[in-house]
């Protein structure tokens, strides 16, 4: 009797062509290009950014190229808001232009036992576009793609895959996606009017709390600064990160270490070019 293929539900690529490259020695060459610094110490977690790679891809290729080798790799996407329940991506795989990655559901299920997680086939730029980075460096590494909100229930998101680590005994990185202030008459957002005051703003005091606070893993701080002063996108996503940090560091008798890897705007991005509005970025690694 001949054997049935059973085929993978793969989720395709949703984002449209511009946000990062279409083919793989594109994606290599520009990852090969980035100022990754060789002989770095490696992390267990990661805050990286989520624009177009043209804007903040050496970001975070810094941060995904930093991490430890693992059996699983949780990414965590954001652009949900406090009342919103955390949601998995569907799909036995995502599809990148390098290949496949293979999706994986033990955590999730994990998660699931502990609060209410929500299936999403919906586009998301927090996640998608971090895919071929994951690919490249960690190619037979499976993945457990998540949307987690800005609330209270991202500790919890962070805490449990820490818990899950311990109890399966599988290593786990996390990676957890976040733009930071989006400033401009784009974005609707200009409490210091324009120009380059404005700009100071936000890159040393808006941007600057929001790092001070993901650093020290304080993750009541990070979503404070996100939601209230509209310095962080996807504020949850950052948060699980940094306590999944501060967990498994704590199991093992020490402090986590926060280092800024690198900061920039879309400003920079654009070369001086005259903007309405730019968002800022950062890498941070947590060890």
């Not at 993945?143 to 899950?164: D, F, H, M, T, W």
């Not at 957002?189 to 941007?207: H, I, K, M, Q, S």
């Not at 940094?242 to 705007?265: I, M, N, W």
Request: glycine fraction near 10%; charged fraction near 20%.
């Amino acid at each position: 009797m001949a054997q049935l293929q059973v085929m993978e539900n793969i989720r395709p690529r949703m984002l449209p062509r511009g946000w990062y490259p279409d083919q793989p020695q594109n994606i290599a060459s520009f990852i090969e290009s980035s100022s990754l610094i060789p002989g770095r110490p490696k992390g267990i977690s990661c805050i990286v950014p989520h624009a177009g790679w043209a804007f903040s891809g050496k970001l975070a290729a810094a941060g995904i190229g930093t991490l430890k080798d693992a059996d699983l790799i949780v990414l965590m996407g954001g652009h949900l808001g406090p009342g919103s329940r955390v949601m998995r991506l569907v799909g036995d795989a995502y599809e990148t232009p390098l290949g496949n990655i293979s999706a994986d559901t033990g955590f999730i299920n994990f998660l699931s036992d502990r609060i209410n997680v929500q299936a999403t086939e919906a586009p998301d730029n927090t996640t998608e576009v971090l895919f071929p980075f994951l690919r490249y460096f960690f190619p037979d590494t499976p993945v457990a793609a998540l949307r987690i909100p800005s609330g209270p229930v991202a500790a919890l998101a962070g805490k449990a895959a820490a818990e899950y680590s311990a109890v399966s005994g599988r290593k786990l990185v996390v990676a957890g996606s976040t733009d930071l202030t989006h400033y401009g008459t784009d974005y609707g957002f200009t409490p210091r009017g324009t120009g380059l005051e404005a700009y100071r703003w936000v890159t040393e005091v808006n941007d600057r709390a929001f790092i001070e606070a993901s650093l020290r893993t304080d993750w009541r701080g990070m979503i404070n600064c996100g939601e209230k002063n509209r310095a962080a996108c996807s504020s949850g996503a950052a948060a699980a990160a940094a306590v999944f940090a501060r967990e498994t560091a704590t199991a093992l008798g020490r402090e986590p270490v926060g280092e800024l890897l690198g900061y920039s705007t879309s400003r920079e991005a654009a070369a001086g070019k005259s903007l309405s509005g730019f968002v800022g970025y950062s890498a941070i690694l947590f060890r």
